[in-house]
């Protein structure tokens, strides 16, 4: 702790291996080793978060390095990885931790149905803290030479694998999901320039090319039974279901299209396959 807070550069040199000390330390069943623990945590998180703010450290060095530690079984890495992405996400100018989103989303979704409370309850405060960042109309996703890309074809392909999870609550909060995303960028606002495609945003056009994921999903949501709204754990929504969720986005989806039909042609093909295979699929919902 004393080495980080007076000589910070070489924390951020040797941050790797700081952190997996940090992660042993978290674990420890001495309490007064985890609250030492606690402290270097706090410094350092203060020390990476500020290096990456000025330059001096760079996100892409960093963030993806959570995506191994958030499918760990060990609950108090998950814990302490959660509060590290919960970190960069509030603090780091910007918002950098949207470009590896895809590569750990799955993971902080399993995390809310974790046996332990504090998991759930920060995984689900990590999600709901995150998914407005992704809506807003972020400059950054028009500008063609931002360092910053939101890979939304995967996050909707890891919505659409979580929207599969044996927990009710899991994909109830992933059709949430996906029904904001499909709502903020293929909504009314959004097709209202179908005569001027160029005008779309490249958050737009990222989500309308993820289209043969979302119809899927679409499609395995609005035929999920689980009606259960009096589940002590399902205080999110309480008045919607995963159905109903689905209903509302399968709609959405349907006016864009009546909307700005050709648009959507070259998304025919997944439309079709997507429709043969759930067709096919015992106990298939009606679109």
Not at 51 to 80: E, Q
Not at 81 to 105: C, D, S
Not at 219 to 241: C, E, R
């Amino acid at each position: 702790f004393n080495v980080v807070k007076v000589i910070p550069t070489l924390a951020v040199q040797h941050f790797f291996i700081l952190f997996e000390i940090l992660r042993s330390l978290y674990a420890d069943v001495e309490v007064d080793v985890r609250s030492g623990a606690e402290l270097l945590d706090k410094k350092l998180k203060e020390v990476i978060v500020g290096a990456i703010n000025s330059g001096s450290f760079s996100a892409d060095s960093c963030v993806p390095i959570f995506a191994r530690f958030v499918y760990m079984r060990n609950k108090a890495t998950k814990r302490l990885t959660l509060t590290w992405l919960q970190e960069m996400n509030e603090k780091l100018i910007g918002t950098p931790v949207l470009e590896f989103l895809h590569l750990f989303l799955s993971g902080i979704f399993a995390m809310i149905a974790d046996p332990n409370i504090s998991i759930r309850q920060s995984a689900l405060a990590f999600l709901q803290s995150v998914l407005p960042k992704l809506l807003m109309d972020n400059e950054a996703f028009d500008d063609d030479g931002a360092s910053m890309k939101v890979d939304f074809d995967k996050l909707i392909q890891s919505l659409v694998t979580t929207l599969e999870h044996p927990d009710p609550f899991v994909r109830k909060v992933a059709m949430y999901w996906m029904c904001r995303i499909v709502k903020a960028y293929m909504g009314e606002n959004q097709n209202s320039n179908q005569d001027n495609a160029h005008k779309l945003s490249a958050a737009s056009m990222s989500v309308r090319n993820s289209l043969p994921h979302v119809l899927p999903g679409i499609l395995l949501s609005i035929g999920d039974t689980f009606h259960n709204k009096a589940s002590t754990k399902d205080s999110f929504l309480p008045d919607q279901t995963t159905h109903s969720l689905a209903e509302q986005t399968n709609i959405c989806l349907q006016e864009a299209v009546r909307r700005d039909g050709r648009a959507y042609a070259t998304h025919l093909d997944g439309f079709l396959v997507a429709l043969r295979e759930e067709l096919d699929s015992p106990g298939h919902a009606q679109p």
